[in-house]
């Protein structure tokens, strides 16, 4: 009680703080006017003039606003945290849906502006990301890597007026420094590639090349590499930097200087297969599948292709079309198999296929020694649901042992001893999970369907709607409100 007596002691002070300093600010205004008589050429206009603020005035506003600032972000510090909490778990439309109700009530607060930009940026919606970096302070933007990021995603890069906006942004980021150099040599590629390279060169040969920079080093080593290699071609040393821009996430630039290079040497596998991976970085997928076609055409039987391509039809929901390419990477021998199963078997279950399903869950449980606990999460619930309850069953027994700790595996335990009539047991697994996370979504809905056996159905109801708040867009939710729907049909 006492802390929160204190708590709102200091709310109140700084509240009253803002308002006597608004008080005082705007009492400064009113006797800082003055009149000036403005001539037209026919008439003289008499206009009302601010002069300028002192330093003094200046100062107090500033503080003004900062306290404003720190009173809106205390009254949407929840919605800030709830964003947090969806952005560690990469759960980002959910996080971005919290920051842009935090922003709405907020709209000065950098804090906000951060998170918003940051998250569109990890979902790579660069326009988006970029509308809101533009929003802050230059002095807030210094060693911002992102932000540049996304000016080299977003701008065209063809014309020199847009090299000189970046030159310009480049100096604000990095006044100085290696980072300078590397996104300065990214520029002067663009305009000239050889001249950029040999220039480049010369300078990691120099005592003030550090090697501190880990995007320098990575073109450094390409160069390098160059060297070492016996056949003298240039189109190899060029597909070694490009390959190296790639790495460093310089996907813009990659695209043009590969472009630049087909130009000269066209089907140039290493590259195609470059330009086609930056695009797939940069979520245009009609891109990179074009190019990946053209690639898929020298080569028929690369086995990485063929997995890309699925990827790739994947996010563009041509499902049965990815799932034709990824059978084949498998069938060629691609050799992450438990990415490629997993990626089949959400094909499948959005083709309605549960049969296909189930047969890839088993695939890829059986992939490692020790499965993965959240697809052995999944395989179980979809063993119970669609498949065979004493596979479900076994899967249980065998793993529960060494993920004892997890709650999922005592809702299992739960769901296969209630269809065997087993209640008392059953009871028993569900506490022991509940005590272990008792925000589990598919805890929460077991322990509701047990009050509803029981008859307690205001118990039941609290479960069930736990379950439709914290966990969003699952199967859980809409189980839980098909139960919620049958308990308000009985009233």
């Not at 606003?65 to 952005?87: P, Q």
């Not at 059986?366 to 065979?388: F, K």
Request: proline share 2%; glycine share 4%.
């Amino acid at each position: 009680m006492q802390r929160l007596f204190i708590v709102f002691f200091i709310i109140l002070s700084i509240i009253a703080t803002a308002v006597v300093i608004n008080t005082q600010v705007n009492k400064t205004k009113e006797t800082k006017k003055e009149k000036v008589l403005i001539h037209t050429g026919t008439t003289t206009v008499e206009e009302v003039q601010e002069t300028p603020k002192t330093e003094k005035e200046l100062s107090e506003e500033a503080v003004r606003k900062k306290i404003e600032t720190l009173r809106k972000r205390f009254a949407v510090k929840g919605l800030i945290v709830s964003g947090d909490i969806h952005l560690k778990n990469d759960e980002y439309v959910h996080a971005l849906k919290k920051y842009l109700e935090a922003y709405n009530k907020n709209k000065n607060d950098p804090v906000i502006l951060n998170k918003i930009w940051d998250t569109y940026f990890l979902m790579k919606n660069y326009e988006r990301a970029k509308e809101y970096y533009e929003k802050i302070d230059g002095e807030d933007i210094q060693g911002n890597e992102n932000y540049l990021l996304t000016l080299f995603y977003t701008l065209p890069l063809a014309s020199e007026e847009d090299r000189n906006i970046l030159l310009e942004k480049i100096g604000l980021i990095y006044p100085e420094g290696e980072d300078t150099r590397y996104y300065t040599f990214l520029l002067e590629a663009l305009s000239d590639f050889h001249t950029a390279k040999l220039e480049l060169s010369a300078y990691f040969d120099t005592q003030e090349y550090t090697g501190e920079n880990e995007k320098l080093q990575r073109i450094n080593q390409a160069i390098e590499a160059y060297r070492n290699f016996q056949i003298d071609e240039v189109y190899y040393k060029n597909a070694l930097i490009i390959g190296a821009l790639y790495e460093n996430q310089s996907y813009r630039t990659a695209i043009l200087l590969g472009q630049e290079l087909l130009e000269e040497k066209p089907n140039y596998q290493p590259i195609l297969k470059i330009i086609a991976q930056s695009y797939f970085e940069m979520w245009d997928y009609e891109n990179a599948k074009k190019i990946l076609m053209e690639f898929n055409k020298i080569d028929q039987e690369n086995a990485d292709t063929n997995y890309m391509l699925g990827v790739i039809n994947l996010k563009l929901k041509e499902y049965v079309l990815s799932n034709i390419y990824l059978v084949k990477a498998l069938e060629i021998g691609y050799s992450e198999k438990q990415e490629l199963y997993r990626r089949l078997i959400y094909n499948y279950y959005i083709l309605g296929d549960m049969e296909k399903v189930l047969v890839y869950f088993e695939k890829l449980l059986h992939e490692t020694e020790v499965p993965d606990s959240d697809d052995l999460i999944l395989a179980i619930y979809y063993q119970i649901m669609y498949g065979d309850l004493e596979v479900a069953k076994e899967w249980t027994v065998l793993w529960l042992n060494h993920y004892d700790t997890i709650a999922d595996f005592y809702g299992f335990k739960w769901w296969i001893l209630k269809e065997e009539e087993s209640y008392e047991e059953a009871t028993k697994q569900l506490q022991k999970g509940f005590d272990l996370n008792s925000k589990n979504p598919m805890i929460n809905l077991n322990l509701g369907q047990l009050e509803m056996l029981r008859g307690q159905t205001v118990k039941a109801r609290i479960y069930f709607r736990k379950v439709v708040q914290e966990a969003v867009d699952t199967e859980f939710a809409t189980i839980a409100e098909q139960e919620l729907e049958r308990l308000d049909s009985k009233k």
